[in-house]
């Protein structure tokens, strides 16, 4: 059975969420920044970790899939 557009209300309503454009906003942010510094290219299979979601902390460089990976 395809899902409805229903089953994905409740995601929707939480990334449009004030607090959540924010914290999208910084990790974008940290992405920039890396890609400035050269330490991620586009299509690198990089991603920007904040390790302990922790957006003011440091940032480590790690495969996507790893980063993903993580629960």
């Known amino acids: 059975m395809p899902k409805r557009h229903d089953d994905y209300k409740y995601d929707l309503e939480y990334q449009a969420s004030t607090e959540q454009k924010h914290r999208r906003a910084l990790r974008n ?9 050269g330490k991620v290219h586009k299509g690198d299979n990089k991603d920007v970790h904040h390790p302990n979601n922790d957006l003011l902390s440091g940032i480590k460089i790690i495969s996507s899939s790893k980063n993903r990976s993580i629960k």
């Open 29 to 37: 942010k940290d992405r920039r920044q890396a890609l400035r510094e």
